[in-house]
């Protein structure tokens, strides 16, 4: 398996603007905390310019005097020592209010942000997941999501900082407005910067993003093929394959790195030039008589307060470009359309289901894999779906299910079109076991009533049935036993049948047994049979089925090839006039007898 390349995108357009729109919509969700942080941030802002004018006040009331009388009043001590412990208090409040701000208004944004992903996961179709990687939905919910608002937190440290700059700026003006000009040339060198850091940084940071939804797609693969994995050895293959992704991964965060390390040491240059240049300035401007001692080192204070809060903007505006590419990867799922669509109509609750194909298409892309499906399935009946592998059996059965909906055509419930019927109904009446058996990393209890509020007693009566009742007494745990992940410590035909007993506590009006005991031998699966025969379920049944004894049970049979209906009829009738039932189900039966006699003279050499 090779690792596809991964494209760079172009910079995005107006990187900058799109950074600005994703905070805006940060602080319009999260406008209260953001308000609180800001408020917060802004005391600490003025504090910090306050305490500028207190040392300046401090200098030319206190300690020029007293190096010019040669001794100092105590009550002059105490007022100036009062003054910059009240403002260092101030100031401190306004500083844990701003992270404690900053970082609930990032949690929560994240948390949101999460939440509308999987929802968006939950609320669009099997057709639009088949199109995506399953790691790359992880990462979307997880690294994107992240980067996304990464750069949220230090904004309302910006805002202390925008306060401190009005402030400071207006303050430098009255007492110097030649000082004020050159100091706040500062700001239009750090948006130089950031202009050309943006430009550069957009494409490095959209190839990190994507590598790492590669690095996740690529591990989620591997750990899930990890029984294919081992036992056809391909142990270091693998290992080459996911340490390839991770090199690029690699090399795009250096180069990431790289761009910033040129940019940070720029940003907080800029600010310490601007205190040299302004004591430079001030140095003359003192000497000149335009300004005092006192109000020099006011100013030159303020710059040097200054210098490491303006950094906070650099560390927004650095990681603006990764949460851009974040928010649009996230939008992108946000905006994905294709989702179900529910009208109101509702459906009998009780008794058995009546459902009816008619004239249903449906393609994977450009793939036609059914066309022109059209049978009925009589209330209370029970239908074999039966054809050669690939002749879009399993799609049936997702469409009766409405995972998906046809292209072309429509499947009934109860006489009313799926896509007309209230959201929930049909799940609520139908219940499926797939080929491909899931069970959560829970108890059997856990597995078989997902949550729902079922009796003890009603879940035992579905594990009988199910023929899984005598196992699960046999663990130590019984109902309280736990299945590993994916239902690790459960045989292959164990886990179909919790999957079975899942299906039926529900007393589904609609039960679909898509292959459903493919892994049970054929014994459990004839009692299983019979079990489902004598429950006295309140279930129309359809089962994609290819043992004989399964065939059997069914009413009719819809013999389908090449996604399309050949014949219907009783099984006998199909053996008679259709060549290419009776052929397949032949070649089964002979499988089934060879599966048979093996098992029994595994059970004779068993006994000897």
């Known amino acids: 398996m090779s690792v596809p390349d991964v494209d760079v995108a172009a910079p995005a357009a107006q990187p900058l603007r799109n950074g ?5 919509r940060g602080i319009r969700e999260e406008h209260r905390v953001f308000a609180l942080a800001a408020l917060a941030s802004g005391t600490y802002g003025l504090m910090t310019v306050t305490s500028a ?10 300690i020029l005097p007293s190096i010019r009388d040669g001794h100092v009043a105590t009550g002059s001590l105490v007022a100036a020592s009062s003054a910059i412990v009240a403002v260092a208090i101030v100031k401190a409040a306004g500083i844990v209010g701003r992270r404690v701000g900053a970082s609930v208004m990032q949690s929560n944004l994240q948390a949101a942000y999460r939440r509308r992903v999987t929802r968006s996961y939950l609320r669009l179709p099997m057709s639009w997941h088949q199109r995506h990687p399953t790691g790359e939905l992880l990462s979307n919910a997880n690294s994107d999501v992240e980067s996304m608002w990464l750069f949220i937190s230090p904004v309302p440290f910006s805002v202390g900082v925008v306060v401190m700059v009005v402030v400071s700026g207006v303050a430098m003006t009255l007492i110097d407005p030649v000082i004020a000009v050159v100091g706040l040339l500062v700001f239009p060198a750090v948006a130089f910067f950031n202009y050309v850091y943006q430009r550069s940084m957009t494409p490095a940071a959209t190839r990190a993003q994507e590598l790492r939804a ?35 991964l690699q090399q795009a965060n250096v180069e990431v790195g790289r761009r910033r390390s040129l940019f940070d040491p720029a940003v907080e240059a800029v600010p310490n030039l601007g205190v040299l240049v302004v004591l430079l300035v001030g140095t003359q401007r003192v000497a000149h008589g335009a300004i005092s001692t006192g109000q020099l080192i ?13 950094r906070a903007i650099g560390w927004v505006l650095g990681d603006m470009a990764r949460s851009v590419v974040g ?29 009816e194909l008619r004239s249903v298409d449906f393609a994977y892309g450009d793939a036609q894999v059914l066309s022109d499906v059209t049978f009925p399935v009589g209330a209370g009946r029970t239908i074999a779906v039966v054809g050669p592998t690939g002749s879009g059996k399993s799609t049936l059965t997702m469409l009766l299910v409405r995972l998906v909906d046809p292209a072309a055509g429509t499947v009934f419930l109860d006489g009313v079109d799926m896509r007309e019927v209230a959201r929930g109904h049909v799940a609520a009446s139908v219940a499926i076991v797939p080929q491909q058996t899931f069970l959560f990393e829970d108890t059997l209890r856990g597995n078989v009533t997902l949550g729902a509020a079922i009796p003890d007693d009603e879940v035992w009566a579905a594990l009988r049935v199910a023929q ?29 049948r919790v999957a079975l007993a899942r299906a039926l506590v529900r007393r589904p009006r609609l039960l679909i047994l898509d292959d459903a005991t493919s892994s049970v031998d054929p014994r459990i699966e004839a009692r299983i049979l ?7 379920l309140p279930s129309t049944v359809v089962v994609v089925a290819y043992r004989t004894a399964t065939i059997r049970l069914a009413d009719e049979v819809v013999y389908v090839e090449q996604g399309t ?29 060879v599966e048979a006699d093996d098992l029994d003279d595994d059970l004779d050499e068993a006994s000897r």
């Open 565 to 593: 209906v050949i014949d219907r009829g009783t099984h006998s009738q199909l053996l008679d006039r259709c060549d290419g039932y009776r052929s397949l189900v032949t070649a089964y039966e002979v499988r089934d007898i």
């Open 468 to 496: 899984a009742d005598r196992f699960v007494r046999a663990l130590p745990g019984g109902l309280d036993s736990l299945v590993g992940e994916r239902g690790v410590t459960l045989s292959g035909g164990q886990r179909q």
């Open 298 to 310: 006011q100013i030159a204070y303020l710059f040097t307060l200054l210098a490491f809060p303006i």
């Open 214 to 248: 590669e690095v996740s797609r690529v591990a989620h693969e591997s750990f899930d093929g990890a029984l294919v994995v081992k036992t056809l050895g391909r142990e270091d293959q693998e290992t080459a394959r996911f340490a390839t992704v991770s090199r690029q």
């Open 20 to 24: 600005f729109r994703l905070l805006g």
């Open 53 to 62: 004018w207190v040392l300046g006040k401090i200098t030319s009331s206190v």
């Open 327 to 355: 928010g649009d990867r996230v939008s992108r799922v946000l905006g994905a359309t294709g989702e179900l669509t529910y009208g109101g109509q509702h459906v009998d609750d009780d008794g058995p289901a009546q459902i």
């Open 530 to 536: 019979s079990g489902l025969r004598d429950a006295a």
